[in-house]
């Protein structure tokens, strides 16, 4: 019912308005335990927290650059931790339009917050069709478990 109500009011407000397009964040992972936050054609990325507790304590973040090219499946930085270095793997193809300066400095800033402040890159996505391939949050879990 509220979304019929919601729904019913943004199309009426739209065309009376000009209004720009309600978008909805969604969240989607890889099998690799990477994470593509998605709002609109940016997705921020970065690793799970499951990746984390199992890497351990990071004690450095090594990220691409503002403008740099990132392909789906392949590797765009890593992280190191007390127990191994792991590369990161974007879960879409697009140009990054950000990176998490912040994580230069604090890098266990990972450990305390992978999925919110813990980011890695945001990316403008070139396809957002990629998103098709990764997992919703309920089969992650399910991934997580079974890989436990």
Not at 15 to 28: D, E
Not at 94 to 121: H, K, M, Q
Request: glycine share 6%; charged share 25%; net charge negative.
């Amino acid at each position: 019912m509220l979304s019929t109500v919601l729904r019913t009011t943004v199309t009426r407000s739209a065309s009376r308005f000009s209004m720009p397009a309600v978008r909805a964040m969604s969240s989607h992972f890889a099998p690799s335990h990477e994470f593509a936050q998605v709002d609109g054609s940016i997705a921020k990325i970065g690793i799970t927290d499951f990746a984390q507790a199992a890497l351990g304590d990071i004690v450095f973040v090594d990220l691409p650059e503002v403008g740099d090219d990132v392909e789906k499946g392949e590797s765009f930085g890593s992280v190191e931790s007390v127990k191994a270095a792991s590369d990161v793997y974007s879960p879409v193809s697009g140009v990054v339009t950000e990176v998490n300066e912040v994580l230069s400095d604090e890098p266990g800033t990972v450990n305390t917050a992978a999925e919110s402040d813990g980011w890695f890159i945001k990316v403008e996505m070139s396809d957002t069709s990629e998103l098709g391939d990764l997992m919703d949050p309920d089969a992650y879990q399910k991934h997580c478990d079974e890989s436990s």
